[in-house]
């Protein structure tokens, strides 16, 4: 166990549908990463944010947009959702901002958009 | 930012040493070399990292070649338990845009 909680586990819904997936970091980590996995995919960086700052942006559509709120819990939402958007997402938490720092990452919500 | 090149999938025998290469012929002064593993149904989990040096931990040892073109995750004596795909990846030390690139990693078959 991590430490990194993601709620739901599983979600599925409907094409132009409109979504939100929850992380909490570890206790005491202030940075949040959320990461796509399509199938048999490596992992594709979405955004990162840093005590309430967004503070890096990697491949993130339009569509798709995040937050960190004021007790350092996360959300990613997606919006107007399409069937290639079915993946697992991940989010992961560190303790400092640098990225060489070990990141933790919790179980994943997998999506499936129908 | 500077890529991995690592072969698709490897077969080892359980309770053996297993050697998972990693090249990173682009890779600069800065970039530290990090691997993680996914075990099946799970968020990856991060295994060891280093710089220049060769470094050593309970999960696992990193020899990073003396050019630091290339580098080696060494699991002393593989279990069943070890059974992922384990990813190589680089990432710049003071760089402001804070991206892990993944590539599609190592899968690694234990055999009992």
């Known amino acids: 166990d991590s430490g990194v909680t993601q709620t ?34 490596g992992l594709q960086f979405l955004i990162q944010y840093y005590n309430g700052e967004e503070r890096a942006k990697g491949n993130i559509l339009e569509r798709f947009s995040a937050q960190q709120f004021p007790d350092l819990h996360s959300e990613l939402n997606l919006s107007s959702l399409e069937l290639g958007d079915s993946a697992l997402y991940f ?23 129908l | 930012d500077a890529k991995t090149t690592q072969p698709n999938s490897m077969e080892s025998n359980e309770e053996e040493p297993v050697h998972l290469p990693c090249n990173h012929s682009t890779i ?10 996914q ?25 990073i070649a003396e050019d630091r073109k290339s580098s080696t995750l060494i699991l002393h004596r593989a279990t069943l338990r070890d059974a992922a795909v384990y990813y190589c990846i680089l990432r710049a030390t003071m760089d402001s845009n804070y991206q892990l690139i993944w590539g599609a990693g190592t899968k690694l078959i234990i055999k009992p």
Request: charged share 15%.
């Open chain 1, 91 to 113: 989010c992961a938490s560190s303790t400092i901002l640098a990225s060489y720092n070990e990141q933790f990452f919790g179980p994943g919500t997998r999506l499936t958009v």
């Open chain 2, 39 to 63: 075990l099946p149904s799970q968020g990856p989990e991060y295994v060891i990292h280093g710089l220049t040096s060769n470094v050593n931990n309970r999960m696992a040892s990193l020899a």
């Open chain 1, 8 to 41: 739901p586990k599983h979600l599925i819904t409907a094409t132009g549908q409109r979504v939100t997936l929850r992380c909490s970091p570890r206790s005491g980590d202030l940075s949040v990463y959320w990461y796509q996995q399509s199938l048999d995919q």
């Open chain 2, 28 to 37: 600069s002064g800065t970039d530290y070399i990090h691997w993680y593993r």
